[in-house]
């Protein structure tokens, strides 16, 4: 029989099972862009970042949730929607540390055309995090096409760096 | 140290280690269903859904296992499967509430052809789940191509109706 | 009231919450294979493996993390990453029993071209896991692509027989 004080094993199993659902709170927010980017939501896109929390990629850089809400209703993402978009990210990688976290994978959007459907952009991209009282949310989000170029894999390798 | 009682802090702990074991569970029977199709094996298709349970698509709308199995079977799916194929889910966002859940995401149907691997279909997918003594089950799931149209932002949508 | 002694209430939430860790823990080793090989970190894939690991596909058939290594390190997968690819795996079922572990899913690799995006190999994977003091490790990892041959759904089928 396991002697460890009762009280012991309750704290430890609070803090995994925690640990456990910071995890998919976090898989909740990456996988929540999709959906409101993808039905013109600028409100619920914006809503995923911090005040301070920064959109990074090839094509912009966008600081809160004002800039994030103004690109959903701008006419490129616009034309991409009435075109037919979906934002796809892969299974990230997380990891929470305390009050931060966090994740690192791909992300893909894909184009409705006439001759069918094109993976029109694949990214590498890496997440932070920051818990607030009002859940995980956004503090950066970095990403850049996978085109063969170093930055890409730049993004990427942060996950060997942090382990 | 933490003075809840013993009893209500383990109280807590099931109730959050069963809602984690739920997700878990969704995930698992919306993940069988493309190793259950792209290997034309009906009854464990069938299988997933309840007694009463629909898949209503812009291709069909079946209610019950067994139609659900006359679907794999038909020469249509079984010429999907001849070629090659694949059904992919994303990683879905999940809702738990008590015996019923539901699921908002994206599928592909992957096809193999002369030239490569083609997404023959994009879709946006709401899930509708019931716990039984089964296990959970699916009770509806709608999905539609995204094509430009209003239907599948409709059903996207439905994650942010929910929250 | 729940009238469960409290040790056996520990117990049973300790088994639980160590189940859930496990599946984590596995997702994490797949998800981390596309990271290592499209960032052509030889050290971190291989490591990934047991040192009597296999990994077998259409392709070759590997055994333990130095062939991996080398395969990284070789030429054809060299010549992958300069043009710039990823490897994403879709969001497998993994079933964990005691100190062994399986999945069952599909693999994608993605290879950016001067037409966009396509997908050069879409797989049916099984994997098998052992724990060790290192944590899981992969100790056989088949694949196959989907071509509409039977070798594909031979590998997705194990779901089912496992069940």
Same mark, same amino acid.
């Given at each position: ?11 430890? *199993? %609070?803090?995994?099972?925690?640990? $456990?659902?910071?995890?998919? #709170? @976090? ?6 862009? &999709? ?19 920064? *959109? %990074?990629?090839?094509?912009?850089? $966008?600081?809160?949730?004002? #800039? @994030? ?6 006419? &490129? ?87």
């Amino acid at each position: 029989m396991d002697d460890t004080p009762v009280q012991d094993r309750l704290d430890a *199993l %609070e803090r995994r099972v925690g640990l $456990l659902e910071d995890e998919v #709170a @976090i898989h909740r927010l990456i996988n929540s862009w &999709g959906p409101a980017v993808d039905t013109g939501n600028a409100e619920a896109a914006a809503s995923l970042f911090a005040d301070d929390g920064i *959109l %990074e990629s090839d094509l912009s850089y $966008l600081i809160g949730p004002p #800039a @994030i809400a103004a690109m959903v209703h701008g006419e &490129g993402h616009q034309s991409l929607i009435r075109g037919g978009s979906a934002h796809i990210p892969a299974f990230p990688i997380v990891r929470v540390e305390g009050e931060r976290a966090s994740a690192t994978g791909y992300t893909r959007v894909y184009r409705h055309t006439d001759e069918g459907y094109e993976v029109w952009r694949l990214s590498a991209n890496h997440w932070e995090f920051r818990r607030t009282d009002k859940g995980w949310l956004v503090t950066r989000r970095t990403n850049h096409v996978i085109d063969g170029g170093p930055e890409a894999p730049a993004i990427l390798t942060q996950l060997f760096d942090e382990a």
